[in-house]
């Protein structure tokens, strides 16, 4: 069974930084796409990150690019997301996940499996 699990959350201000974290188990996740999406209030869960955690190659939507980072560390089953110069409208619950097989949709919510329980990330002005 696979299981990810949010944490680093929180409340910041506008300008600070903050990293995620997404333990990730159950299986070896070598042939898989791994991403990060969030949800604000009142919106539709939206793409942030992916990546080919074999090849890591990475993906960005354009209200991140240049300011967040997305990495996995293969020891230790982790994926992160670095966020830095963070926005107030980058607030939203912050979810992890995961998506098996070849994909070439790595920015696209059906291609992903497995889901985290999200994390709270809040960036007052």
């Known amino acids: 069974q696979v299981q990810l699990v949010e944490s680093g959350g929180g409340l910041v201000q506008a300008g600070d930084s903050l990293r995620l974290s997404c333990a990730a188990s159950?299986?070896?996740?070598?042939?898989?796409?791994m991403g990060w999406f969030r949800q604000a209030p009142g919106k539709e869960r939206e793409f942030v990150a992916a990546?080919?955690?074999?090849?890591?190659?990475?993906y960005y939507s354009d209200s991140v690019k240049g300011r967040f980072t997305i990495s996995r560390d293969s020891a230790k089953n982790t994926l992160y997301l670095q966020m830095n110069t963070l926005k107030p409208e980058d607030t939203a619950v912050y979810y992890c996940?995961?998506?098996?097989?070849?994909?070439?949709?790595?920015?696209?919510?059906?291609?992903?499996?497995?889901w985290g329980q999200g994390t709270q990330v809040t960036v007052s002005s």
């Open positions: 996940a995961a998506g098996r097989g070849a994909t070439t949709l790595p920015r696209t919510r059906s291609t992903y499996d497995y």
């Open positions: 159950g299986r070896t996740f070598s042939q898989y796409v």
């Open positions: 990546v080919y955690w074999s090849i890591d190659l990475t």
